[in-house]
DNA sequence: GCATGATCATGC
DNA sequence: GCATGATCATGC
């Protein structure tokens, strides 16, 4: 057995030894005979108290006070396609707003105790208990300068919420690679606040999910990806915010009809020609979603299509959801309320003009947490109720199936609607269909109503 | 083979 | 004319 020293003294050569006798083992192989202790508390605060000899501690100072390193367990998953994700955000300290409100970014709370990370990642599978997953990968976590510059701005962006008085109105789509995500032991958990009378959720910052996926690609595992960077120019970033600069270079072709722009650049004619022309735009020769930027940050771009009169044709598709999924879910820790929170969009539009288009505008958008909890929460639970209940299927006319889900024209915000490759592009039904019998269905998926993403877009015009 | 972005086709 | 069901096209 190791001699119990004080954790905290430990150097970093210390900890990244000790950290590196546990990779390939299992939780209950750590524990040894001490398996039970897994299940009184997390698995990081087991590793932290068992293996490094830290005591539990909400200071603002790291883990290890003399290394400056702060411990991390973390989950990632194996992918259908063999890729690794991110099981979840890193959760980092919890924030007092009250207190934060003081700092500056080097004396912040999150810098104090998040500059440098050791990371313990553990593979998670759904069908093993706790004890049986095996730690695979570590990593001591410094950012990189490229990185640091979008984090800074980020802990701006989220301090000028917390010192005009509106820590309640944090969204983690404000947000790049840090973000201020709810913690709290249930949703209720509200706290004080800095320059207002209104108490917000309670939120500890956090890296992203896209961001720790990034991370995994490409720098812990042994098989490390490269990724395209879209802005190389750390000093560009640091005078502007990273959609400033995506805009000032696509502003220069606004007004510029497509056939133009592609004779222009030499680009070959497909259907997806507006994503391949903002990607020439920004400097891309592959897809605009697959750069670091936007995949740390859980980007994603859409094109628009405005008509002649300046309407959009189409509404707006999403991934597509599994009906036995979404049944088992519950609403505050749905994949679909994980998705709009943490997702922002990046909308390139363009206008039908004699026989072509005309790039017109980029904007940035993300649908507002309050938007989210009401109106988009209200079609997810009629949604999920539809198929819990097997209604899907509202009458069979002529062969084609008219359902119950959600129309367009029963709610301003979205519908549901098939977004499949053909009818019998199916996915199971946790029950029979009623009405059919049908054990499997249609894929679907929730699409935001044109109308209102030409809402988006006026509104953003206006401000 | 399938996810995803994009668009078509029919009937009210 | 448009809502709704359905399908296309591309790329990984």
Known sequence: MREKIDGRYLTETEIVSIGKTLLHKTFGQIAETNETLLYKGSIGNFVEKEIFNLSPNSRSEPDFIEAGVELKVTPFKLNQDKSYSAKERLVLNIINYVE??????????????????????????????????????????????????????????????????????????????????????????????????????????????????????????????????????????????????????????????????????????????????????????????????FLKANIVPKTIRLKGNGKIKESMSFPTFRFDSIVEEDWEDSTYRDYFESTKFMLVIFKEKNDDFILQDIKFWNMPVSVIDNEFKDVWLHTQSIIKNGEIVKEVRNGIYLTNFIKKSDRSLMHVRPHAQKRDDTYPLPVADKKTGLLSYTKHCFWLNNDYVSKIINQMKAS
Not at 104 to 133: G, I, M, P, V
Not at 167 to 180: F, G, K, R, V
Not at 221 to 242: A, C, G, H, M, W
Not at 252 to 281: D, Y
Request: net charge positive; proline share 1%.
């Open 100 to 293: 934060e409100a003081k700092q500056s970014f080097y004396s912040s709370s999150f810098w104090t105790k998040n500059s440098k990370l050791y990371l313990l990642f553990y593979l998670w599978e759904s069908n093993k208990a706790q004890k049986d997953f095996f730690i695979m990968f570590d990593y001591l976590l410094t950012f990189s300068d490229e990185d640091l510059v979008i984090i800074k701005k980020d802990w701006h962006i989220i301090h000028e919420k917390i010192i005009s008085g509106k820590a309640h109105e944090i969204s983690e789509a404000d947000t790049m690679y840090l973000a201020a995500c709810t913690k709290g032991v249930n949703k209720e958990s509200l706290r004080k606040q800095h320059n207002s009378d209104i108490l917000a959720k309670q939120r500890a910052y956090s890296l992203k999910s896209s961001y720790m996926t990034q991370l995994l690609r490409t720098r812990v595992t042994d098989k490390k990806e490269e990724v395209v960077r879209i802005i190389s120019d750390v000093i560009e970033l640091e005078k502007k915010s990273f959609e400033e600069v995506i805009y000032e270079r696509i502003k220069p072709h606004f007004g510029t009809p497509t056939k133009q722009i592609i004779k222009q650049f030499g680009i070959e004619k497909s259907k997806n020609i507006n994503e391949v022309i903002v990607a020439r735009l920004l400097g891309v020769q592959g897809k605009v979603s697959q750069t670091e930027e």
